[in-house]
Structures are given as C-alpha cells and as structure tokens.
C-alpha cells in the first residue's frame, strides 16, 4: 500500500516491499497462520513485508501541542496519497500516525485537497501515516463478483469511528471507508493529547473522565454516545481544562460535527446498492478531506506562536 505513494507527503520512504513466503516458495497467508480460527467467511490475506528507510518515532513525543497538531495533519495528508492510490488504511490509530525523527521536504503537487496556497506553505513534513497490515484496495471493496467482508471490523476500538463501532455492536457488515479513517484522527489527537499530559501532570478527574470515555472496550454502546458527543462536550464544559485540552477543543467540536454529517452521508450512499455507488462515495471522500484538513489547518493557525502548558 504504501510503495505506491513512497516519499508522497505524509507518508514514508519504502525501499522495498514483496509477498512473504514460506521456504518452497508458496505465500503466507493468514489462513495459514490461523487455520483454528479461520472461517470460511473470511478473507485469506496474503503477508507483505516494507522495508522502510524513513526514520519515526511516537507521536507522544511532540514537544508542542502544535507540532502535535502539525503532525497529525501531515499523516492525514499521508492518508489522502494513500487513498488516491486506491487503497484504504482501515487501522489509523496512535501506533500508526508517527513523527519523522527529522523533517523532509517532500512532493506537494498531489495535495489538491489543498489549495496552492496552503499547499506553498506547508514546508517540511513532520508527521507521517504508517502501518498499513489492515490496509486494502477500495476496488475490491466493491467487486460484487466476489464476498469480501469479513466478520467483525478491522480497526482499533479506541480510534474506530462511530460508525464502525455501531457495526461492531449490531454484528452487521460493512464497507470501511476512507471518511471512517478521518475520523480516527479525531480520537488520535484527544488521545495523544491525554498520554502527553500524563507525563507532565495529572488530569484532573473531568480529563480523567473524558479520556476513560474513549477506551471502554467492555461496553461499546457507551464509547458510541459518547463519541457522539465528544466535541461538544468538550467545547461546552464548565469545569476548567489543562490548556493543551483547552487549545484543541474548538478544532475536536469542528472535527465532530463534520464525522456526525458525513457519518450520515456514508450510510445514506451505501444503502443504495446501484453501481453509482463506488463514485458517489469517491466523490464524498474528497470532500471530506477538504473539510477535514481546512478546518484542521486554520486551527493550527490560530495556535501559532501561542505558549501552551500540558
């Protein structure tokens, strides 16, 4: 997946990438790896190895919340090459979304979710999207000739997007789109923000609170209202914030409200079974990254040149 947009904006530098085999040359497959546990509904993915020559480390790193904010930004840049390319990443969590451990000046002529003046003044990228294990080509995600979904969703619960998580709940099957992925980022950038701050201080209990409401794997059907809620809540609370949590919280609200319409938009465009279906939802991806990242990107405006504490 990420061979094909190699050195791209937001994504690393591969130097190769080749199926795994085993020592009579037959690939690897999941199937294989699983067979106790491999159901005939599944899909029977074959292993890939990347050598990547790019250098990262954790996001939970980021010194600033605004090299925090610039990172995750640039990773979702990484995500727009990656989807152009035809693929979708499925699994945008906080081990997938990483610094470079020294910025790069990379290709911006592919940006066109970005105007050519945001695009001038990008400089260099800092932040990048990696592992693509769950990564799949969004053509076969519409090929009625063959049964691709697989039981369950592929994702981290803490990161997934409301709409996954409501698959999960219901058991139901769905396509994960390139919409889903964006609103991992949401959660990544609360999450990051939480871990970092727990390294300079401790929350206070409301943080306490808004951070256990984003990892409850024992009971999902609250992760889903809350998340619901998220970015409101956040914006609309009395009880004072750290200012890292402070500073993010318009840029949270935003992101929620465009996840909550295009959550809507996604369901609407998938329960038509036409063969229009592929390009409308294409058309909507785009759009959402417009979105996305210009909401995205004026935050970080604003934030420039502010000290913000933990």
Known sequence: ?????????????????????????API???????????????DRVLHREIIKTEGKDLREAATVQILLKAILHAMLGLYSVYLNG?????????????LAQPEMRCVDNLLCLTPERRQLLGKCIGM???DNQGTEEAILFDTTKEVSEPGTPGTLTFMSGRLLRALVLQTRTIVTAIDDLESFIWVLCWAVFEICLKHRKLNPLEQLFRDDLHRPSDIARMIKEKTVYGFSLQQTQFPFGQ????????????????ATYRERVTCILS?????????????????FREYLDEGFRALDKLECQKIDW
Do not use: Q
Not at 3 to 19: D, I, K, M, Q
Not at 29 to 43: P, Q, V
Not at 87 to 99: A, E, F, G, K, T
């Open 1 to 25: 997946m990420l061979r094909g947009v190699s050195c791209c904006f937001g994504v690393p530098e591969v130097l190769a990438a080749y199926e795994v085999k085993d020592c009579l040359g």
């Open 29 to 43: 497959t999941t199937g294989r790896l699983s067979s106790a546990t491999f159901g005939k509904d599944s899909i």
């Open 272 to 288: 038509n079974t036409s063969s229009d279906t592929h390009r409308a939802l294409n058309a909507l991806c785009k759009e959402a």
């Open 244 to 259: 890292s949590l402070t500073s993010i919280a318009p840029l949270v609200e935003k992101w929620c409200n465009l996840a």
């Open 129 to 131: 999207l990696v592992d």
């Open 87 to 99: 693929w979708i990443h499925r699994d945008v969590n906080i081990s997938s979304v990483i610094l």
